[in-house]
């Protein structure tokens, strides 16, 4: 209960935002951060029960002729991350009231905020994978909306439809593998998918599973080569990117792989491809960032670089690796958010995002510096916190990989020396050296701006220093969950003289050399860009425009707006269909029953089919309009011979009037001109003698058969006595029939009302001094 | 007598399907105003022809005398007729406001026209 009420209270609370925002003014965000701040107060007071090995779990009926059901769970691995998302939410409150402070929007911002995390907590407490999948696909669109905050720049809408497009897509591949794995597997439940290891291992569709859910997983968590959404991303403001960016979204990936190792893991494919799309995230979002100087997309490429290494972790699949991967996972939450919050407050305060122009703050804004210090100094991986220990314990199961040790140490050691050099251009640079002017008088950030980065950057050491209290029971459980079997690595500072502190070491040194050094090397930073053509970001907006080309050639091809070629096509089809069965069924005509035929019967048809001519040849619209009569007249002869008084007497009326009618409305509408060349008459003549033998092959085969009569005699006899009427036909109409009749009339009524607001608007627009187009008369 | 209602429904079909095939927006009208003459004589033809006596019933009779034409097809054709001036007249009026809007019959310039 307490489970679906923790990720339902995120969907209310944010219906409510906007107007707790209006209420409440600028304490709004320290108000709805009470919600996360409760469900994060509840977790924690979970976190022993889970420790111990309890997992707690909820189910109610969804939709159970599919046997989808909303299920939700909560064990180690959720706890973690439950905690991350609902924490660093309820600071993420707090700093966006003090950023946005005064924004038109604010309200919508918490509201988007709240939503996310909503859908965040879904996805981490889902115990079926389909309801996961549904939280999974409301953190993509409501990313979407955040990123795209600021809707009025182009380029915040263009990030927000990359990173919708990117996570969309493989949203979707992921939907085919957890539909895939779930009927391997034979339920969708999350704890019965990991008890069945070996059947999923052992099917013939395990690759296409294993790949299908990876590619959900790669994109969400922004790596290699769906990496390019995330920098992209930075155009949301900086309380989005802190919370998407640093410690949830992006680690919604890293979370589903983690939650289904224990079935999919430690197979080869898996491990090859999450150490290898790890290591190439690593690589490419440390050497990316060095090409940066505006302080997020810094942070950015830096986060996609630690991404790669928690997915490297994963891949790997050790014990010590997974805890590894895990503890990663908490010290870059931490330190990450810390510094994106950081980076904001600078931008905030200064008016400037550009390391470059940025120097000597540390006198304005002492506090801040000292918070971005910390927690840089985790990313650097310094002791003694917890960016340190979870490189170190890395480092560690990196040179113990089962698979390419070597060079997955050399790729994670060169990574950490490059995090050094964001840590000291994001930290250091700013706030030390000489003094510089920024766009804005820089001061000390508020209390609201200060308290989220401070808090996570203090935890950062907390963690680090006692991590008995702090770290072991959140991570141990973790991990245990990640492996299926109990883990035994401990997250501590000190393991001793060992390679991985010598590689750790060499990594620091190498890192504080580059960044000291680091005018020499941008050069060559600048001389990549060459390659950029290549890019995976190319490539997006080369599919991209290719897509809309062909859609919009092929439209043109297809619609080209001319009423004239849909009825072409439309009167081709139909020929085609109908002739076919025509042909094969009804024999030759008898032709010389055109000799037993009464003179008015020739004479009459002669009539119409001279008229129906007439009004096609005619030269002039009022001849065609009097041949249009005439024909509706021999009509009418036809139906008096054959019986039928009644629709000749309807017939006729109606032809009166609509000869008044097209003389009015058509008196102000220009004369015939020849529009079409002869070639295009030739072709319409075709197709009209084409469409005129099919309706009379048509003719031909509706009076070869017996009509029925029965209903018809059956109306007759019962026109009398049931209906009162003598004339059948009528009785029919109005009686027998008579909800078509109603329906005949309504179609009438619309039409008259249509007709009736037609003259309407156009007497509206003729009163405009603007319209220059000629009046029209016909106003019958 | 069948090949003769054959000959006049297809006939005005022809002339029907060609007219709306043209340009003007006028000549679309008077093929549509055909088309619905084509529509019910086919209906018509379908229900069987006979020169017999209308379905009315005679004073002092419950029935209508034998032999008597079809009543079905024809309440069918009546509602047709009056449903094809209704949607005319309405298009008369859409067409004559077009050509306001537009200043042209041609369906064609109808494209190109953005308003």
């Known amino acids: ?780 | 007598m069948q090949i003769l209602i054959a000959i006049i429904v297809g006939g005005i079909f022809a002339c029907a399907i060609y007219m709306i095939l043209r340009r003007s927006i006028v000549k679309l009208i008077i093929g549509l105003a055909l088309l619905g003459h084509a529509a019910n004589l086919l209906i018509f033809s379908a229900g069987g022809l006979s020169k017999a006596h209308p379905a009315l019933v005679r004073p002092g009779s419950t029935s209508p005398p034998e032999p008597y034409a079809d009543p079905l097809p024809q309440a069918l054709i009546l509602t047709a007729i009056v449903i094809s001036f209704g949607v005319l007249a309405f298009m008369m009026v859409l067409v004559s406001r077009a050509y306001n809007a537009v200043g042209n019959d041609d369906t064609d310039e109808f494209v190109n026209t953005e308003r």
């Open chain 1, 1 to 780: 209960m307490t489970l679906l009420a923790i990720v339902i209270s995120g969907f209310v609370l944010a219906v409510a935002a906007p107007w707790v925002t209006r209420a409440t003014g600028k304490y709004a965000g320290w108000i709805l951060a009470a919600l996360p701040a409760a469900i994060a107060g509840y977790l924690i007071s979970q976190v022993s029960s889970v420790a111990s090995g309890q997992t707690v779990s909820v189910a109610y009926q969804w939709i159970p002729g599919l046997g989808i059901d909303l299920s939700f769970m909560l064990d180690g691995l959720s706890l973690l991350f439950a905690l991350m998302i609902s924490g660093i939410g309820a600071l993420i409150l707090i700093y966006a009231g003090g950023y946005l402070a005064g924004h038109p929007h604010q309200g919508r911002l918490f509201c988007f905020l709240l939503l996310f995390m909503g859908s965040m907590l879904g996805v981490v407490l889902a115990a079926n994978v389909l309801t996961l999948f549904v939280f999974w696909e409301l953190t993509s669109i409501t990313s979407y909306l955040l990123i795209g905050f600021d809707h009025r720049r182009k380029e915040a809408r263009a990030a927000a439809l990359q990173a919708l497009l990117v996570t969309g897509l493989g949203g979707l591949a992921m939907l085919a593998g957890l539909l895939l794995m779930g009927h391997v597997a034979g339920s969708y439940s999350i704890s019965e998918i990991l008890s069945r290891r070996d059947v999923l291992q052992s099917h013939a569709l395990a690759p296409a599973i294993t790949v299908l859910i990876l590619v959900g997983c790669f994109t969400k968590s922004a790596q290699f080569p769906f990496h390019f959404w995330l920098p992209g991303a930075m155009e949301a403001p900086t309380p989005i990117s802190a919370y998407l960016h640093s410690s949830t979204m992006v680690k919604a990936g890293i979370y589903l792989m983690a939650r289904l190792t224990p079935a999919l893991g430690s197979t080869e494919l898996w491990q090859w491809l999450l150490t290898g799309a790890g290591a190439a995230t690593m690589l490419a979002g440390a050497l990316l960032a060095m090409r940066e100087s505006y302080l997020k997309r810094l942070l950015a490429y830096s986060t996609v670089s630690a991404l790669g290494i928690i997915t490297m972790g994963l891949g790997i699949g050790t014990e010590k690796a997974i805890s590894a991967a895990i503890a990663f996972i908490l010290a870059h939450a931490l330190y990450k958010g810390s510094l994106f919050m950081v980076a904001g407050a600078i931008d905030h305060e200064t008016g400037e995002k550009d390391v470059d122009k940025l120097s000597g703050l540390r006198s304005a804004m002492p506090i801040l510096s000292i918070v971005a210090l910390l927690a840089a100094a985790s990313q650097a991986g310094f002791p003694p916190l917890a960016g340190f220990v979870a490189k170190e314990m890395m480092l560690e199961s990196a040179l113990h990989a089962p698979i390419i040790a070597v060079a997955l140490t050399a790729a994670l050691t060169l990574s950490a020396a490059l995090l050094v050099v964001v840590a000291g251009l994001v930290a250091f640079k700013p706030f030390f050296g000489g003094e510089r002017p920024t766009p804005r008088h820089a001061h000390e950030p508020p209390l609201s701006l200060l308290l989220g980065p401070g808090l996570l950057a203090i935890l950062g050491v907390a963690v680090a220093l006692v991590p008995g209290t702090l770290a072991d029971p959140l991570i141990a459980p973790a991990a245990s969950a990640t492996l299926g079997t109990e883990s035994h690595t401990h997250f501590k500072i000190w393991h001793g003289f060992n390679l991985a502190l010598g590689l750790s070491a060499i990594a620091t040194g190498v890192g504080v050399l580059v960044y000291a050094t680091r005018s020499r090397w941008m050069p060559l930073a600048g001389a990549t860009a060459g390659l950029d053509r290549l890019s995976p970001t190319a490539c997006y907006h080369g599919v991209l425009r290719f897509v809309t080309a062909f859609a919009e050639s092929q439209t043109r091809m297809i619609q080209t707006g001319r009423l004239r070629d849909y009825l072409i096509v439309i009167f081709l089809v139909t020929i085609g269909v109908v002739s076919y069965p025509l042909i094969t069924r009804v024999g030759p005509p008898v032709w010389n029953e055109l000799g037993t035929l009464h003179w008015l019967d020739v004479g009459i048809a002669v009539l119409i089919l001279l008229s129906a001519f007439a009004a096609v040849t005619a030269k002039n619209r009022l001849l065609a309009i009097i041949a249009l009569g005439m024909a509706g007249l021999g009509v009418t002869m036809f139906y008096v011979i054959y019986a039928a008084p009644d629709l000749a007497l309807t017939q006729i009326s109606i032809e009166a009037l609509s000869v008044v009618l097209f003389v009015l409305v058509f008196r102000r509408l220009p004369d015939f001109r020849s529009l079409s060349s002869r070639a295009g008459k030739l072709r319409d003549v075709l197709i009209a003698c084409a469409g005129g033998a099919m309706m009379a092959g048509l003719v031909l085969m509706a009076t070869s058969y017996p009509s029925a009569t029965s209903v018809s005699r059956d109306l007759a006899e019962r026109s009398y006595p049931d209906g009162h009427g003598k004339n059948v036909v009528n009785v029919i109409l109005v009686d027998f029939r008579a909800m078509d009749t109603m329906g005949e009339i309504t179609v009438l009524a619309i039409a008259a009302l249509g007709v009736y607001s037609l003259l309407k608007l156009r007497d509206r627009i003729d009163e405009q001094p603007s319209a220059s187009a000629p009046s029209a008369g016909g106003r019958a």
